[in-house]
């Protein structure tokens, strides 16, 4: 953190912060729109994130504030079920709806948050301030809730307070992840394990296109409905509940009952990006980072041609990473259409890496992207010092 929290808590509230708590942003590092298709997600923590300071005061209000953001808004505890004008604090809002709901009893805390995970980057800021929020609680106010279910308020808060119609990928990974390690997640079961990274004499680098996403709800809801497409006609041969329950092998036996080019290049990326999964873990567990960094060209060459979900700044991004000679892997990381690519980037080229992609990208792009060096952090944890 490259502020002093306590400092500028005592300057917004003229009194100490009682605790400070931590809890990072994501990357899913391979296993892309598969997650809704039955496959299986591969996100680690890292090491931006959102720090929260807390305290109590003794009006019954719950104040929030945010370095971040100019609004600010202060909830009489009887109006904690309703949606606020200032977006951002809608989050933490909805976490303490969800506490009240579930009979817990908190009144009257002064809020102020700090993030350094660049918004609408698709790094997950919004999970990550609903799972900072709802571990600070827990925490401080000992509710005993364990991990898995602060992940569940947190998804219920995202879907039925905010309004969004997302997983449960982004909420998980920010409160399971572990430093050094990778989850393998199935999302529909919650069933994971945890995947040794040692990135040895590489750092993950994480490069923002910096360009609007207003067209990835559409997209994304375009692509779901053609997955679901393509299950329908697979069973009308065999039987399936998910694409992802297919390998490969299986697929290209049954493949012939979908006749559309475009419902076939999607379903072919489900299946060949699940396997890409399995491949990946066996890799990592391994130690053999290049054949990992070569999975990850093939997943975005998939969701590039197949899925068609990444674009120009995407795909500039990777190829420039391609031709880089201290870049042994790079993929667009999240739904796409804009949002961040990771690479796998030798230690001590990251000046090099910076000031030639940035070269480059405004060649091509007309404006530069912003990267990010990151390690693979942990979940969410308080401040001790």
Request: glycine share 8%; net charge negative; aromatic share 10%.
């Amino acid at each position: 953190m490259n502020i002093n929290l306590r400092e500028k808590f005592a300057e917004q509230y003229h009194k100490k912060a009682d605790a400070i708590y931590f809890t990072p942003g994501r990357v899913n590092l391979i296993g892309e729109h598969i997650d809704y298709n039955g496959g299986l997600v591969m996100p680690c923590a890292i090491s931006l994130g959102t720090w929260v300071a807390i305290a109590p005061n003794n009006d019954g209000r719950f104040r929030f504030k945010s370095l971040n953001f100019d609004a600010q808004t202060a909830v009489p505890s009887n109006t904690i079920n309703e949606k606020d004008g200032s977006l951002w604090a809608n989050y933490p809002i909805g976490v303490i709806n969800e506490f009240i709901k579930d009979g817990k009893e908190i009144n009257g805390l002064d809020f102020l948050f700090y993030g350094n995970i660049p918004i609408g980057s698709g790094l997950s800021s919004s999970a990550s301030i609903e799972i900072a929020t709802a571990y600070a609680l827990n925490t401080y106010f000992n509710l005993g809730y364990d991990k898995l279910a602060l992940v569940k308020i947190a998804k219920r808060v995202e879907n039925d307070f905010i309004g969004l119609n997302s997983g449960i990928m982004d909420q998980f990974a920010v409160t399971f992840g572990e430093k050094d390690k990778a989850i393998v997640l199935d999302c529909e079961t919650l069933k994971y394990k945890m995947v040794d990274i040692d990135l040895g004499n590489y750092v993950l680098a994480i490069i923002n296109t910096n360009k609007s996403r207003e067209l990835s709800d559409s997209k994304y809801n375009e692509r779901v409905a053609e997955c679901q497409t393509a299950l329908k006609l697979l069973n009308e041969e065999i039987s399936l509940h998910y694409l992802c329950e297919l390998t490969a092998e299986k697929f290209a036996l049954h493949s012939h009952v979908i006749t559309d080019k475009t419902i076939l290049n999607r379903a072919t990326h489900v299946v060949k990006e699940n396997d890409r999964v399995h491949l990946a873990a066996k890799a990592l567990n391994g130690g053999d980072l290049t054949a990992f960094g070569r999975l990850m060209y093939a997943s975005h060459e998939s969701l590039r041609t197949l899925y068609e979900v990444s674009g120009k700044e995407l795909d500039t991004i990777v190829d420039f990473c391609a031709g880089y000679n201290h870049v042994i892997g790079a993929r667009m990381t999240g739904a796409g259409f804009g949002g961040c690519a990771i690479a796998l980037l030798e230690k001590g080229f990251e000046e090099d890496f910076a000031k030639h992609l940035t070269d480059y990208y405004v060649e091509k792009i007309g404006y530069p992207a912003a990267i990010y060096v990151s390690e693979i952090g942990s979940g969410p944890y308080l401040i001790t010092d």
